[in-house]
């Protein structure tokens, strides 16, 4: 059998011990995948098990069809005949058949978050509740984790214990609303996502008949990303397979990233009291990633006290170490990423493609996304969208454009009913035609409404009129940060977004704020010399120029911008994980307890382990947060890597540590590449001495910025023939002479020793000289 021999030994023993229950703890990058495939295609060849007899189920759909694709190029077209695909779409064929016992016609509609959300919004509205606390993102997260935990509506509401919770949180409730949305789904014939896993359940549980069926039909069930399951998928998992007890289930405990979709780490913790007969096969041979990585990831990821032991190890080279990089603020970290990135790319002649830039949450992209814009490079958002297109940010900036040009149909459709104001689509386009069929401007007609309309909606378009019109009353003596912070907050979006605490709702209130942060740090820019709203809307505009939407279907290499969640099953060959902070990351709202912690360390492990070549950790010393400039202190993540696997790049503008590494220098108190890193004293001060350097960085700022002002006819240069000697101009460091000039690679450097400033290296991409003589 060809396929056994590109297997090495736990892969092979992983593949041809089918009988009885195993659990194959797969490390990152040891192929779990190949063995998966290559196990269900020898349970046909060796074995001559009918395919219609194996049950496979992943997580995604692609990860299905490229396993079955695989499975079919040893087996043949037999392999089409597998039980093969997701939970959802297994359960959901099944329910097809069976249904009718469960009162569900066999034909019943499944309804997407959409529909679930609008059900859940029409009965809060007939029952009268406050539907600023009964939002229907806030109770389908409740219901979802309910029904994850297979605790129907009967069980809800008779449960004290769930009661006293909802009505901590405002909303005694929910048990009503959970009762009257799952009768109007089975009224309509319909179930939700999570209905067909809990009603696969209850299918199981109270029809022998059909549980005998599935149990003798399915003679060998395999699990893929076991340690992402709930407990309704483990139940069901485990009463299918009780019959034939040849289930196996592949996972690893240290990549359980997702809990706050229901995810129970425990379920591969304890799949062992479920079958003491248990044989456990290790897959701890990475081959993705360079020693250095492996390392590095395994000193991480070996602080927690929840997991299955294991040694994860690689025959790959040494690589080079991890990189920490020290950034100054946010913006400064989004600039030297874009920087590495390109320098990288054409020293080492690779693609974008071969490039990956993973945070925490979605707010943080928008900071590396202008960075790569400014430098021309190419890059695609997976699992989102740009930042400047989500729709809470479009919302804001329509507003925000609304006040700045009350012409603007696009922003008012957008806007008038935003939130809730009680204007229909139908009162929107009598406005609208209004100004069409008595050729008046739009704003005339919004602030004579009653002469064209009566009714609710007509007060209600007056009202919002007078909000507007004491905004524009504002824009001449405030700048655009004050302005965005006052129409975010009397507009209502702001309050609406802080009181949806549902993950979704808390990612897009990250986003606003992130957003009023670009104008905060736009505003403080001193070479912004207009500070008013008009000109940041402009510089927007032009950040978010149509041209981008040419590239996303173009085909070429972009470097890939992802949450890490989303990070999951992929590998680059150069991976950044920005945004290493405390309060970040690890996220404030995962400090409350061990079993948080815990998944924020396995989170930080994922990150790594995509990494196959290098990888860079950066963190800022300011952020700004809630439009404030926040002080940051370094994760304590990256104090938990063993320090002979990393090296430490202080990027302040001056002197590069790393750069002096790499000449075989040392660092501060002697510390060498990979050597006496901890002992020198310079892993403490990593962390200790962060709060003094941002200060130091502040003040030395501050009285650069006050001892000079640029000239007043003052205008960047080209530089592309700068050269040694040459007396330049910086807006902010003031007058200087090139001491040296750096032209290696594709991003060229110069050193400039400024009369006040001292000596500074500067990418000329960047720097913004005007050369004097």
């Avoid at 189920?57 to 695989?70: G, I, P």
């Avoid at 109770?139 to 309910?146: H, Q």
């Avoid at 014939?189 to 359940?201: E, I, P, T, V």
């Avoid at 591969?268 to 020693?291: A, G």
């Amino acid at each position: 059998m060809e396929y056994l021999e590109h297997l090495n030994e736990p892969q092979r023993e992983g593949v041809v011990n089918v009988e009885g229950p195993c659990m194959i703890i797969a490390g990152a990058g040891s192929g779990k995948t190949r063995v998966l495939t290559y196990r269900i295609a020898h349970l046909m060849k060796a074995h001559d098990v009918d395919p219609f007899s194996i049950l496979s189920l992943t997580f995604t759909n692609k990860a299905a069809n490229e396993m079955k694709q695989r499975i079919e190029r040893v087996v043949g077209s037999d392999a089409r005949n597998l039980w093969m695909g997701t939970f959802h779409s297994v359960f959901a064929r099944i329910l097809r058949h069976d249904a009718h016992r469960i009162g569900y016609p066999n034909n019943f509609t499944i309804y997407d978050t959409d529909d679930s959300k609008s059900l859940i919004k029409a009965i809060v509205k007939e029952m009268g509740l406050d539907d600023k606390l009964y939002k229907p993102n806030a109770v389908l997260s409740r219901i979802s984790g309910a029904k994850n935990n297979l605790v129907s509506w009967e069980e809800y509401v008779r449960n004290p214990l769930y009661r006293a919770d909802d009505e901590a949180a405002m909303r005694p409730e929910i048990g009503r609303i959970y009762k009257t949305y799952q009768e109007r789904c089975f009224t309509s014939g319909a179930m939700d996502f999570d209905d067909l896993l809990f009603n696969m359940h209850v299918l199981l549980r109270d029809h022998d008949d059909v549980r005998h069926r599935y149990q003798h039909r399915f003679k060998y069930i395999l699990v893929d990303e076991f340690q992402d399951t709930n407990l309704t998928q483990y139940m069901i998992t485990r009463t299918l397979s009780k019959v034939h007890q040849n289930i196996c289930v592949v996972g690893d405990d240290a990549q359980s990233i997702y809990a706050f979709r229901g995810a129970n780490i425990q379920n591969i913790l304890n799949f062992e009291k479920d079958h003491p007969d248990l044989k456990v096969i290790k897959l701890e041979q990475n081959y993705r990633s360079t020693q250095n990585i492996v390392n590095a990831a395994n000193s991480v990821i070996a602080k927690n006290s929840a997991q299955l032991p294991k040694n994860v190890w690689t025959a790959n080279t040494d690589g080079e170490l991890v990189e920490v990089v020290k950034t100054t603020s946010d913006n400064e970290e989004g600039k030297i990423v874009a920087s590495q990135i390109f320098e990288e790319k054409n020293n080492l002649q690779l693609s974008y493609d071969d490039f990956a830039v993973l945070y925490r949450t979605n707010s943080q992209s928008r900071a590396i996304e202008e960075a790569l814009r400014r430098s021309n490079i190419p890059y695609v958002i997976i699992g989102g969208v740009s930042f400047y297109q989500r729709r809470e940010i479009k919302d804001l900036l329509a507003y925000l454009r609304f006040v700045v040009n009350p012409l603007d149909e696009q922003a008012f459709r957008r806007i008038v009913n935003l939130p809730k104001r009680g204007v229909g689509a139908t009162s929107v386009d009598k406005i609208v035609n209004a100004t069409f069929e008595n050729n008046r401007p739009l704003w005339d007609v919004i602030t004579n409404v009653h002469a064209y309309m009566s009714g609710r909606a007509a007060n209600a378009v007056a009202s919002f009129a007078e909000m507007i019109d004491n905004f524009r009353s504002m824009t001449e003596r405030k700048d655009a940060f004050e302005m965005a912070s006052h129409v975010a907050k009397v507009s209502g979006l702001l309050r609406e977004l802080y009181e949806d605490k549902t993950v979704e709702g808390l990612n897009r209130y990250e986003n606003v704020q992130e957003l009023l942060n670009a104008i905060k740090e736009y505003v403080d820019n001193p070479e912004n010399e207009d500070k008013s709203l008009g000109a940041f809307l402009q510089e927007v505009a032009l950040l978010t120029d149509a041209d981008n939407k040419k590239k996303k279907d173009d085909g070429l290499p972009k470097v890939t911008l992802m949450t890490i969640h989303m990070a999951k099953g992929l590998e680059f060959k150069n991976v950044f994980v920005v945004g290493l902070e405390e309060d970040l990351f690890p996220s404030q709202m995962m400090l409350e307890s061990r079993a948080d912690l815990e998944e924020e360390r396995r989170l930080f492990y994922v990150a790594i382990t995509r990494a196959m070549n290098k990888l860079f950790l950066t963190y800022a010393l300011s952020r700004y947060r809630f439009g404030r400039l926040k002080n940051c202190e370094p994760s304590r993540f990256l104090e938990e890597i063993d320090p002979s696997f990393v090296r430490i790049n202080r990027r302040s503008g001056t002197v590069s540590p790393a750069g002096m590494l790499r000449r075989g220098g040392t660092l501060p108190g002697g510390a060498t590449a990979g050597k006496s890193f901890e002992g020198s004293g310079y892993a403490r001060n990593l962390v200790r001495g962060a709060q003094r350097d941002h200060q130091n960085n502040r003040s030395a700022k501050q009285t650069n910025n006050a001892r000079y002002k640029p000239s007043a006819d003052f205008t960047p240069s080209d530089t592309s023939n700068l050269k040694e000697g040459q007396r330049v101009e910086h807006a902010k460091f003031g007058m200087g002479t090139v001491v040296k000039m750096d032209t290696a690679g594709a991003n060229r450097k110069a050193s400039v020793l400024f009369e006040e400033a001292g000596e500074k290296t500067l990418l000329l991409s960047f720097a913004r000289l005007r050369i004097v003589d």
